[in-house]
């Protein structure tokens, strides 16, 4: 009886198979048992565990709401927006022109009306503006003057500070538009040049300018820099312009009479 050899450790597998014992680096696959591969490879969603609503690549969802990284902004979005909005206020030295205009204008206002309420700078007082009045045929000459003077005083210390800026052009350019259909009156024909007592070119100078200012509005320069018309005047200062106009036509109407306008083309 033969004794039967003994087996060397890794010799009972390779025999079995019929083969060499194999390095466990040359297939390390076939060096384990498979351990729970009997199951089928999963092949859906739900197998493989994964979120059927999250949107897969190359789908045109909106972003989900656990994203980490927010969407970027389309083009013309509100940044678009704000630097339009920002170049839009450069306003450059517009804000310090219209100041400059209601300085000059104004200041023009407050000397003649100091003139005429206190005799200061020369000026003939307010007995000497009522009797004025009474000389170019102004009906009841001292209300006549008392508007005059207010008028010129109150808005121009107003336009130079930029307080109630439309108010205050609408006043002087009320007072200055009287003036003028007073003076185009004394005289048929038009009466522009300055060279002559009825002349009407600084006065008209002076009526473009308020006007001007009620339109464009006192700009940033000015107490009324936090009013939305102080730097985008609407409609609504188009209408303040309209009603100085009419204040002052209805005033000379009733407080002087007859048409200031005689000899001027039609009006002949």
Known sequence: MTDKPKDTPGDSGTAAAGRGVGSPYDSPTGQFPRVGMSKDVPRTEEELGLDPDVPTVGEKTAPYSYASIPAAAAPGGPSS???????????????????????????????????????????????????????????????????????????????????????????????????????????????????????????????????????????????????????????????VLLVAVAVAILTFWFLHGGNPLTGIGPFD
């Open 81 to 239: 927006a704000l630097r339009r909005r920002a170049a839009e206020n450069r306003r450059g030295t517009l804000d310090f022109g219209l100041f400059v205009l209601r300085l000059v204008v104004g200041a023009t206002f407050l000397y003649h009306g100091l003139q005429k309420l206190t005799g200061w700078f020369h000026g003939p007082g307010f007995d000497g503006t009522r009797d004025m009045m009474t000389g170019g045929g102004w009906d009841h000459a001292t209300l006549s003057a008392v508007l005059l003077t207010t008028g010129e005083v109150l808005g121009g210390a107003l336009l130079v500070l930029g307080l109630a800026t439309p108010l205050a052009a609408g006043s002087v350019l009320a007072v200055i538009l009287n003036a003028w259909l007073w003076k185009q009156g004394m005289i048929p024909g038009f009466q522009y040049s300055a060279a002559v007592k009825s002349g009407v070119e600084m006065d008209s100078i002076l009526l473009g300018a308020s006007a001007a200012i009620i339109l464009t509005g006192p700009g940033r320069w000015s107490l009324d820099r936090a009013r939305g018309w102080a730097i985008r005047p609407a409609w609504g200062s188009f209408v």
